[in-house]
Nanobody, 124 residues
């Protein structure tokens, strides 16, 4: 069973940056794609960014393109989300998700494993 733990959330001013980290255990990095989701109060969880297990395929929500960057380090079992030019609308609980897949390029739409979430708050 894959376990995911997020860290790096916090309070930042608009225009600031944060880097979220997700550490995985209980599984191998091979054939495992990861994604970041977020959920604001009163809103449904939305997809933010995803990365293929090979690390070359990425996908981003339109709202974060050009500002967020997802990356991974399979040797460390880590996935990162670098968030720049943060806006108040980015305020949410951010979740790391993972799934095993044979597709090394495309980011899957279904994720089977979820972390507990880390709070990101962007003030104006």
């Amino acid at each position: 069973q894959v376990q995911l733990v997020e860290s790096g959330g916090g309070l930042v001013q608009a225009g600031g940056s944060l880097r979220l980290s997700c550490t995985a255990s209980g599984g191998t990095s091979s054939y495992r794609a990861e994604g970041w989701f977020r959920q604001a109060p009163g809103k449904e969880r939305e997809f933010v960014a995803g990365i293929s297990w090979g690390g070359f395929g990425t996908r981003y929500a339109d709202s974060v393109k050009g500002r967020f960057s997802i990356s991974r380090d399979n040797a460390k079992n880590m996935v990162y989300l670098q968030m720049n030019s943060l806006k108040p609308d980015d305020t949410a609980v951010y979740y790391c998700a993972s799934v095993f897949t044979v597709n090394s390029i495309q980011v899957p739409t279904r994720f089977d494993y979820w972390g507990q979430g880390t709070q990101v708050t962007v003030s104006s």
